[in-house]
Structures are given as C-alpha cells and as structure tokens.
C-alpha cells in the first residue's frame, strides 16, 4: 500500500526527471568539454603545421632530407609522416607510400580516415601538401590518434561517473519524496484526528514554505472553529447550570411539603409524581453537566497509572448480584493487567455506562461479557452481550448526545450513559464503538494507536 | 419528612447548634426545616458566626457551602482546621469535579455533598457527623444481636458465625457504624465503592439483598429495613 503510493507521488517522479537530467546534462558537459578541447588543439597544430610545412618547402633538397628523418626519429610526437615527391610526382623520400587526395595548398587538413600502410588501420590524420620550388610536393602528417585517446579517457569517466551520479540523484530524490510523503502523511492523520472529534489538534508544519503558509492558516480557522464551538458547550452547560438551581429549590419546597401533608392526603401522590419527574431532570441535567465538565476540564493532570483489568473485574463484582438476580449471566475476561494512564474514578464511570447499558438490553438467560485484554499494544475493553443488539442504521445515531435506540424508549438514559462513555474514552485517546454480536451488540473502548506511527 | 430516621438518642449537648452558612435563602430554609425536629439550627449567611461558634465550642457541626458571599467556604474550613479546631464539617458545593471534591476534603471538611442532593442524603450525612461516627476507634462493633471482630473479620448474629465477601463485610461495617441511623444509597456508592458517579439504586440494592439473604436466617427478624425512597438502616434494636 505505502510502496505503490510512494511510486505514485509526484515527489518521486520528479526525483526520477532529476536523475535524468543530472545524467544528460553531465554527458553534455563531458561532450563540450571533449569537442571544445580537441578543436582548439587541432587547431594549435594546424598553425604549426602549415608553418612547418612552409618552411619546409622552402628548403633545399638535402637539408631538408636530413632534417626530416631527424625529425621522425627524435620528435615523433609533433611529426608522424613525411612524404617527398619529385616535379615528376614519384616519392623521393618518406614513411607512407600513399599519397592522400589533398590539394597542395600549404593548408592543413584533417583526414579522418588516412592509412599510412595498404593494410593499416585509418585513423584521423592531420596532413598538409605544399608544392616547393623546384616542382615537387612535401607532405607533412601528424596522427591525432590522442583525439581518440581522449574521447575513450572523456568516455570511460563519464561511464564511471553517471552510475553513482544517478543513484545519488535518485536517492536524494527518493529522501526528498520520503520526507515529504511523510509530513504528509502527519497532516493527514492530524486532520482524521481533528475529524474524530479532537478539536484541540492541530496541523504540524511541513517545513514546506508554502504548504506551511497553507497550514497556518488552516489552524487559525481550527482554533476560531474550536473556540466558538467551546461557546456552544458552554452555552449548553450554562443553561443547565441555571436550571438546576431553581429545580432543587423546587424538588426541596415539594420534599418539605410532601413532609407536611399527612398519610393518605389526596396531594401526596401528585407531589410524588412531580418529584420523580423533577429528578429525571435533575438526572439529565446532572449528565449534561458532567459531559461538559467532562470535555473542559482535560483533567490530564489527574491521570495516574491504572489497571484497566482490575477496574472490570472490579465492576464485574458490583454488577454481578443484580446479573444474578435478572437470571444474566455475568463473565470476565481480563486475567492479564492493561497498566495505562488515565483516571481510575472516569473510567470507572466509562466501564460501568456499558455495563449498565448492556443489562439493560439483556432478557432473562442472558450474558454479558466484559472482556480487557491488550492487542498491537492497544488497551482494550470489550462489554458483550446477546440481547436485542443494535440496528446498523442507529449505530452512528447512539453516540450522539442522549440518542438512544428506539425500541429502548422505555429504558431510561440509555443515551446519556454512552455519551458519558464516549466523553470519557476521548479524554482517554480511546475510541468507543460498537459492534454485532450477532445476537447482541458489543461495545468496545480501544486505544487509539499510538502517535507517531 | 426524616422523622423515621431520627436517631434514638439526642445527638448533642442542647446548647450546641448545627451552623448552616448557606446564602441561598431557599436552600438555607429548606436545609433549616430539615433539621429543625432534631438539631438546634442557626443560619450564617457570612460563615462569621459559625467560625466563633466552632472556636467557642457552640457548633456541633457546620454545613459550609463552598461559595458563599464575600467568603470561600474552603478557606474558612482551611483557617478552622489551622486552629485545631475538629468541629465537623460538612461541605456542600455547586462543583461535582473530583479534583473539587478532594479540594474540599483535603482542606479539612469530613464530608462532601454535591448540590443539587436530596434532603434526605443530607439529612443522613449530618446525622453520621454529629454522631462523630467515623472517628471511633474500634476492633469490635456491635449492634443489637449482630457482632463484627475488625480484626479477625468475623461476623456474628446471636453467636451464629456468618460468612461474608470482602465488599460484603466492608457493606456491613458500614452499616454497624451508623446503627438505627439512615444510610443513603449514594451514601454506599461514593463510600463502600468509592463511586463518584450515578448509578441507578437496583444494583446497590441486590448487594443489600445478597447481604440480607446471609445475615437473616428464615425466621429471624429482618436487621437491615428499607426506608422507602431513601435508603436503609440497620436496625440496632435486632
């Protein structure tokens, strides 16, 4: 998966496009160096050489023998062939029998092709032919076999050089490529934090200029988002904190007069009727308040080492008469201490939501299963049961606030106690979702993985 | 309402009072009828009088509300305690928040109640403080035919030997420290279980009942009654 999408990104493919003009432009330089050199080389000899076959031609006949063959001896570098040729166009004197098709002008050429012997191999030459005075012809030539030799030197360098030049090029462009795929990759997992509900992530910087241009921004938006929606749970808590107030007060005057009224006084049972209704609101108002205290406090600095383990079989044991008593039978799975972080007091809460939850959704002869175990380094709680499960098109709707499953309208606060839950694992970086158990449905509070993977 | 819990033997010396310093008026009232069959309650708006009425050794127990007007019920506990004062307190707070709760023990009150609570719950918790119940230093509690060696974790009824679970004896202990007196649900929950949060009553009443079900022998007379909507008691008198 992370491999193809590594070919894909375009950081590489540019990587690649670099590589291969690395490669074209350092042949390029090697051929400007190689065709600039030999040019003005040739050049430099084509200079001394039409001076030389000057010279030459002005010279008598014995002298110039003489020096010629001194020449071809001692300084074979600078003079490769000669060749004399008498008025009548017969050699006289030199070390190649064929007269190459050049006009004798006194200029210097190069003949790619010259052989010096019938059966020798042609190499490019630079010759000159000058006519002398008394009729003949002097020609001059001088091998430019070091043009070959440089071109095999230029070529074997360049051999040598492109591999590891590619490989350099590739592999800054894949560390370029991996970087950024990388810092992409943070991006996006803090965007499907954000998205999961963590208002208070935020977009890393890239250090791409640019991007992070982008970024900054982004996160300007995320903190106004975040603060205005922090408005809206305060306006709700506040709200909540007004009405209780006067509830109590009210739930207190009705107290003191159900006191008052004696036994068998028609007022009491509306009184009482008044005072269980006043307490189902109390009971929301307190859960809407516990949310929002919940989510504002980030009660980080309250964490502590916890065992995630002892705090279900600790739940199990208080829920279990109640189990008992319904005829649902109340199993636990956490033998293997979960040591995390966190608050023993809220997940205690968070556990027992879902306990309560599940036995309510449970008929008689039925179980419910509470399971904690450790998975890829993730803590997990697990509460099962078999009951009446939970509609796939209500799973989304059940973690929403005070939602509860619609044939459960007559088990009060179904939705509360998950909500509750649901706010506690956020705090906890623990995601809380729900599965089929097929009968049943199972709710499961699991670590997130670890940041940073 | 709590006539039936009212304890079988006055709690206090007459001149001492129970000082409420509460300055929500309805509230205070409300608190102030409560307690009027029992105690001798004066109201403190400030928390001034109850302050030199707990150095002068008039209070029996201070209801302190954590905001009051111009004063913070915490500080003034603070301030008691630095003087050595042991007066009871009982903290009653807007603030549910755990760390709120600590705050308010750790400053020196014996007991928390979160607002908005039921007049009962508040009337067992000030019951349990005037009797200093909590601060008795005992290996043995007795109450009525019932008897519970702490130490060697043995519990008795009339000399029968009863076998209980850890929660079950630590459920019982509770209730044998406040005999005839009113024990509020809530008041199990944050005490034997140390649950802070809400719970409906059914699963703290199957405990009861499983520990009925060992102490009373068919036949014998129930030892822990249920007071309708309230809570329960252990009857001293079994």
């Given at each position: 998966?992370?491999r193809?999408?590594?070919?894909?990104?375009t950081?590489?493919r540019?990587?690649?496009?670099?590589?291969?003009?690395?490669?074209?432009?350092?042949?390029?330089?090697?051929?400007?160096?190689?065709?600039?050199?030999?040019?003005a080389?040739?050049?430099?000899?084509?200079?001394?050489f039409?001076?030389?076959?000057?010279?030459?031609?002005?010279?008598?006949?014995?002298?110039?023998?003489?020096?010629?063959?001194?020449r071809?001896?001692?300084?074979?570098?600078?003079?490769?062939?000669?060749?004399?040729?008498?008025?009548?166009g017969?050699?006289?004197?030199?070390n190649?029998?064929?007269r190459?098709?050049?006009?004798?002008?006194?200029?210097?050429?190069?003949?790619?092709?010259?052989?010096?012997?019938?059966?020798?191999e042609?190499?490019?030459?630079l010759?000159?032919a000058r006519?002398?005075?008394?009729?003949?012809?002097?020609?001059?030539?001088?091998?430019?076999?070091?043009?070959a030799?440089?071109?095999?030197?230029?070529?074997r360098?360049?051999?040598?050089?492109?591999?590891p030049l590619?490989?350099?090029?590739?592999?800054i462009?894949?560390?370029f490529?991996?970087?950024?795929?990388?810092?992409?990759?943070?991006?996006?997992?803090?965007?499907e934090?954000?998205?999961?509900?963590?208002?208070?992530?935020?977009?890393?910087p890239?250090g791409?200029?640019?991007?992070?241009?982008?970024?900054?921004?982004v996160?300007?938006?995320?903190?106004?988002?975040?603060r205005?929606?922090?408005?809206l749970?305060?306006?709700?808590?506040?709200?909540?904190?007004?009405?209780?107030a006067?509830i109590?007060?009210v739930?207190?005057t009705?107290?003191q007069?159900?006191?008052a009224?004696?036994k068998?006084?028609?007022?009491?049972?509306?009184?009482q009727?008044?005072?269980?209704?006043?307490?189902?609101?109390?009971t929301?108002?307190?859960?809407?308040?516990?949310?929002?205290?919940?989510?504002?406090?980030?009660?980080?600095s309250a964490f502590?080492?916890?065992?995630?383990?002892?705090?279900c079989?600790?739940?199990?044991?208080?829920?279990l008469?109640?189990?008992?008593?319904?005829?649902i039978a109340?199993?636990?799975?956490?033998?293997?201490?979960?040591?995390?972080?966190?608050d023993?007091?809220?997940m205690r809460?968070?556990?027992?939501?879902?306990v309560?939850n599940?036995l309510?959704?449970?008929?008689?002869?039925?179980?419910v299963?509470?399971?904690?175990?450790?998975?890829?380094g993730?803590?997990?709680?697990?509460?099962?049961?078999?009951?009446?499960g939970?509609?796939?098109?209500?799973?989304?709707?059940?973690?929403?606030?005070f939602?509860?499953?619609?044939?459960?309208?007559?088990?009060?606060?179904v939705?509360?106690?998950?909500?509750?839950?649901?706010?506690?694992?956020r705090?906890h970086?623990?995601?809380?979702s729900?599965?089929?158990?097929?009968p049943?449905a199972?709710?499961?509070?699991?670590?997130?993985?670890?940041?940073g993977? | 309402m709590?006539?039936?819990?009212?304890?079988?033997?006055?709690?206090a010396?007459?001149?001492q009072?129970?000082y409420?310093?509460?300055?929500?008026?309805?509230?205070?009232?409300?608190?102030?009828?409560?307690l009027?069959?029992?105690?001798?309650?004066?109201?403190s708006?400030t928390?001034k009088?109850?302050?030199?009425?707990?150095?002068?050794?008039?209070a029996?127990?201070l209801?302190?509300?954590?905001g009051?007007?111009?004063?913070?019920?915490?500080?003034l506990?603070?301030e008691?305690?630095g003087?050595?004062?042991?007066?009871?307190?009982l903290?009653?707070?807007?603030?549910?928040g755990?760390?709120?709760?600590?705050?308010?023990l750790?400053?020196?009150?014996?007991?928390?109640?979160v607002?908005p609570?039921?007049?009962?719950?508040f009337?067992?918790?000030?019951d349990?403080?005037?009797?200093?119940?909590?601060d008795?230093?005992?290996?043995?509690?007795i109450a009525?035919?019932?008897?519970?060696?702490?130490?060697?974790?043995?519990?008795?009824?009339?000399?029968?030997?009863i076998?209980?679970?850890?929660?079950e004896?630590?459920?019982?202990?509770?209730?044998?420290?406040?005999?005839?007196?009113?024990?509020?649900?809530?008041?199990?929950?944050?005490?034997?279980?140390?649950?802070?949060?809400?719970v409906?009553?059914?699963?703290?009443?199957?405990?009861?009942?499983?520990l009925?079900?060992?102490?009373?022998?068919?036949?014998e007379?129930?030892l822990?009654?249920?007071?309708?909507g309230?809570?329960?008691?252990l009857d001293?008198?079994?």
């Amino acid at each position: 998966m992370r491999r193809v999408e590594l070919f894909r990104s375009t950081p590489l493919r540019l990587a690649f496009a670099f590589a291969l003009a690395m490669i074209l432009l350092t042949g390029g330089v090697f051929s400007f160096v190689y065709v600039a050199t030999t040019r003005a080389w040739i050049a430099q000899l084509q200079h001394v050489f039409v001076d030389e076959a000057e010279k030459a031609a002005a010279s008598d006949e014995d002298r110039l023998r003489g020096a010629l063959s001194l020449r071809l001896t001692r300084d074979f570098r600078r003079l490769n062939y000669v060749a004399l040729y008498d008025s009548s166009g017969a050699l006289v004197f030199g070390n190649f029998d064929h007269r190459p098709d050049i006009p004798v002008d006194g200029q210097a050429r190069v003949v790619d092709d010259f052989r010096a012997a019938a059966g020798a191999e042609p190499e490019p030459t630079l010759l000159v032919a000058r006519a002398r005075p008394n009729g003949g012809v002097i020609v001059l030539g001088r091998s430019l076999d070091e043009v070959a030799t440089l071109r095999r030197i230029l070529a074997r360098a360049l051999s040598f050089a492109i591999l590891p030049l590619a490989a350099a090029a590739l592999a800054i462009g894949l560390f370029f490529s991996r970087r950024t795929a990388s810092r992409i990759r943070e991006i996006h997992r803090a965007i499907e934090a954000i998205m999961q509900g963590d208002l208070r992530a935020r977009l890393p910087p890239s250090g791409i200029e640019e991007l992070d241009g982008v970024i900054g921004s982004v996160n300007l938006m995320l903190d106004e988002i975040e603060r205005l929606l922090g408005q809206l749970a305060a306006v709700g808590g506040n709200i909540a904190h007004d009405l209780r107030a006067p509830i109590v007060n009210v739930r207190a005057t009705l107290e003191q007069a159900l006191a008052a009224t004696p036994k068998g006084d028609s007022l009491r049972a509306p009184v009482q009727s008044a005072l269980r209704q006043i307490d189902r609101a109390l009971t929301t108002i307190a859960a809407l308040l516990r949310i929002s205290s919940i989510e504002n406090e980030h009660r980080h600095s309250a964490f502590c080492r916890i065992d995630l383990a002892a705090l279900c079989a600790e739940l199990q044991e208080f829920f279990l008469p109640l189990a008992q008593a319904r005829g649902i039978a109340m199993t636990l799975a956490a033998e293997t201490s979960v040591w995390r972080q966190g608050d023993a007091d809220l997940m205690r809460e968070a556990i027992a939501n879902l306990v309560d939850n599940a036995l309510k959704f449970t008929p008689r002869g039925g179980a419910v299963r509470i399971e904690a175990y450790e998975r890829d380094g993730r803590g997990v709680i697990e509460v099962s049961d078999n009951g009446r499960g939970v509609p796939v098109a209500e799973v989304q709707d059940i973690f929403r606030r005070f939602a509860r499953a619609r044939d459960g309208a007559d088990q009060p606060g179904v939705g509360i106690g998950l909500s509750i839950a649901g706010t506690i694992a956020r705090l906890h970086r623990m995601e809380l979702s729900v599965a089929d158990n097929g009968p049943g449905a199972r709710f499961i509070l699991r670590e997130q993985a670890p940041k940073g993977r | 309402m709590s006539k039936s819990n009212q304890p079988e033997s006055p709690p206090a010396a007459p001149e001492q009072a129970v000082y409420v310093c509460e300055d929500e008026p309805d509230l205070a009232m409300a608190i102030e009828s409560e307690l009027a069959g029992r105690y001798r309650v004066v109201l403190s708006e400030t928390g001034k009088e109850a302050m030199a009425a707990a150095s002068a050794g008039r209070a029996l127990l201070l209801v302190m509300d954590r905001g009051l007007k111009g004063a913070d019920g915490l500080q003034l506990v603070e301030e008691l305690r630095g003087k050595g004062d042991r007066t009871p307190v009982l903290m009653i707070s807007g603030m549910s928040g755990v760390n709120d709760r600590i705050a308010g023990l750790r400053a020196g009150g014996d007991d928390y109640l979160v607002k908005p609570f039921a007049m009962a719950e508040f009337s067992a918790r000030v019951d349990a403080l005037a009797r200093r119940l909590s601060d008795t230093p005992r290996t043995v509690l007795i109450a009525g035919s019932l008897s519970m060696e702490l130490i060697a974790r043995k519990v008795r009824r009339d000399g029968r030997e009863i076998d209980l679970l850890p929660r079950e004896f630590k459920l019982l202990e509770y209730f044998m420290r406040r005999p005839g007196l009113l024990v509020t649900r809530k008041m199990l929950l944050n005490d034997v279980w140390n649950y802070r949060f809400q719970v409906e009553s059914k699963f703290v009443d199957a405990h009861i009942r499983n520990l009925r079900h060992k102490l009373d022998a068919p036949g014998e007379k129930r030892l822990i009654v249920n007071l309708r909507g309230e809570g329960f008691r252990l009857d001293a008198q079994g």
